[in-house]
């Protein structure tokens, strides 16, 4: 087959090995020419005084120089060395061995100009430097060092020179070195650091674990502990075994392994030396004195006593079970009980050929029995071939939000937004990552707990993320519920430009903000197309990686949540104006980072509609009034027999899993709010693209000749009733509904009407007739 190939392009391979042949003959002139120089010139110093007589007698064959390279030597360091650059003339050779080497090994000669050049500033610099301090010796310094610093002088004086040398220097260390006073400064950061490591590997290690809850520091390290990652990195060992070579003593017959590296592009190169010069970009630079609220904040709610079930409660339940079950011929072969914060799940094995609709039939006759609100039966527990009887605890802990963050589950969760939602009814601390989910639907009855569980959301993401990491869009049309959260407005929220709160409390801004959050998702969409990944994680590390050029419009993306609360008054006042965008976003948004949680209490179908509950697949059920309520919201019933304060189901799927939400009280997230917001924080807060309602007018309302014929009149009408509003067209016109309603956007687009507000009427702009009809004469004009 080889032959075949050289057969077949004979003249290409032949022309190939000329020009390589030749390469390699001129690469290995230069390299031994180099080596000559380096021998004439280091000898030319032990023997320049012996051999200067014999300059003129080069062709004379009688005399021998005493250079390692004769006359020739002799001559050509006196040319050089003596007559020239002095000690710097040993570059000379230096750049001529490496041009030889890069024509000898084929390298292309293209990155050699720069060496070349630079080479060049040196031989003079360093030729003047050693003429400026050793001037009584001629030939460090050479004659240009010489001349030159003579000429300099004239002109300068020695101060200048030494100015001018200086400069030389720095313009040097700056451009080859490519040295600045942030990377030197790094440097020294990074070798004190490193010493400070090695110090603390040295000194004997504490063994024992903190204790979960008085775990204060913890948060404290949230930081270092991920940057010491890399250095606990368990592949450390896999990476040894992935490089090395096979040991000798192992085995007889060494093989070498050549590990293949990816060729690198050009852009790689160049981000490559970015990271190296400026290390990996930081989105946290700007705040970097920012820092994290620490669990002082967090009220311990009495907590520190651990869960409080007494054994005669957990006797005498089980007793009650087994006797009910009895009644109903019902044996039970094994019985276990795991004591959670609020609820005690009696796991139990019923004898063999018991059917298990029989026992989730005795639901009631069991509560009736225990007399406790709030049972439920699980039948089987998924997995595990166990029914499950959840009863409340007479008395029930509250699980502290301080608990939860403490506990090292969520300290140690590497998850891209990490939130810690309560205890597990086997009192595991829950921690799910928001950006999985991708986003939440929360319901519940008014008063069980669902302000709680969104404070514990927000109050998670702020323990664990920094500002530039993650900002939230508000929306609270109680207007009380979430303003405390004002007060990190330049820290974690996001607004529209022209709004002044970043709260948003009013339906009509909800809308722009939702269109806004659409166009931030495509204008995100276009920037991971542009970066060829496919979502923001992997955008962020490429932008972290200086991959991306920030002048292509690139930028540092940082999640965003918006989080709705009372969803359900929305949808009624605002519909379809607000479900299109919220369906779109949730269809979307997942991939580049914005997620949504919203939270309602009327979990009735018209709120929670279809195209809303098929993109939520992660909800949270608190308890709600009805069986109905609790299947709109989790398919499946449940939520109803739950026992509220913060008692909840929270389902991704198909496995529902029931949570003690931590409690997280008003006072706490006031104080973690100060806190953040006495920080340094962002000039403003973060900014949404704008968004220019459609209701706004459009370019082809604005269109005189386009008006409706009856648009004049409707304008009349709508000025003197003082009220803006279609159907009062559509009577005193006797129009229909559509064209009512485009003359309605075209008096708006003519700044007669103001844009739509809900339910209201709109606002009339113009206040009488007559400065109407001043104000359409003057548009005809
Ligand atoms: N996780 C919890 N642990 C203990 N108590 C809780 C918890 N969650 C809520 N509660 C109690 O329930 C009360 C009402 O909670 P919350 O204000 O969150 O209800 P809500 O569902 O938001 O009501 P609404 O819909 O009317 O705003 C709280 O003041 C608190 O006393």
Known sequence: MATKKKKSKPTASKKLRFSRQNKIILGSLLIFLSIALFFSFVSFYFTWQDDQSLLTEFANRNEQAKNLLNKFGASVSHYIMYRGFGLSSLIIPFLLSLTGLYLFLSIPLKNLWNKWIWGLVLLIWISITLGFFADT??????????EMNDFLQDYTGKIGVFLILLFMLTIILVRLFKLTPEGVARFFKSKSASVAADFKKAQPEASEPLPEDEDTEVILDTYTHKKDIPHLDPSAEEKKVDTGKPDPAEDEIAMEVNTVTDEKEESDLLSDKLVADFG???????????????????????????????????????NKIVETLKNY?????????????????????????IRI????????????????LGIRIIAPIPGKGT???????????????????????????????????????????????????PHLLMAGATGQGKSVGLNAVLTSLLYKKHPAEVKFILVDPKKVELTLYNKIERHYLAKLPDSEEAIITDNTKVIHTLNSLCI????RYELLKQAMVRNIKEYNAKFKARK?????????????????????????????????????LAQLARAIGIHLIIATQRPSVNVITGIIKANFPARIAFRVTSKIDSRTILDFQGADQLIGRGDMLFTQGNDITRIQCAFVDTPEVAKITDYIGSQRGYTSAHLLPEYSGEDSGTGIDYDISERDAMFRDAAEVIVTAQQGS???????????????????????????VGPFEGSKARAVLVPDIYTLEKMLNEETK
Not at 137 to 146: A, M
Not at 357 to 372: P, Q, V
Not at 520 to 523: H, I, L, T
């Open 726 to 752: 279609a159907s009062l067209i559509q009577r005193k016109l006797k129009l229909g509904y559509n064209r009512a309603g485009r003359i309605i956007d075209q008096l708006e687009a003519a700044g007669i």
């Open 280 to 318: 990996e970009f930081d989105p946290t630079l700007e705040l970097s004195n920012y820092k994290f609220p620490h669990l002082d904040l967090l009220d311990p709610h009495g907590s520190g006593g651990g869960i409080t079930i007494n054994q005669e409660e957990l006797e005498e339940n089980k």
């Open 137 to 146: 010796q001629p030939l460090l310094g050479g004659l240009v060092g010489y």
């Open 520 to 523: 931030e998702m495509d204008n």
């Open 357 to 372: 609709s029989k026992i989730k039939n005795l639901e009631d006759d069991i509560a009736l029995s225990l007399a406790a």
């Open 548 to 584: 991306l050029n920030p002048n292509d419009g690139h930028t540092f993306l940082p999640y965003i949540v918006l989080v709705i609360d009372e969803f359900a008054d929305l949808i009624m006042t605002a519909g379809k104006e607000v479900e299109t965008p919220i369906a779109r």
């Open 387 to 437: 029914i499950g009887i959840e009863v409340p605890n007479k008395k029930a802990t509250t699980v502290s939000m301080r608990s939860v963050i403490a506990s090292s589950k969520f300290q140690k969760a590497e998850m891209q937004l990490p939130i810690a939602f309560g205890k597990t009814i086997s009192n595991e601390t829950f921690v799910v990552d928001l950006a999985k989910m």
């Open 329 to 353: 011929k019902i044996g039970i072969a094994q019985i276990k009980a795991t004591i959670g914060p609020t609820v005690t799940l009696y796991e139990i094995v019923p004898d063999a050929g």
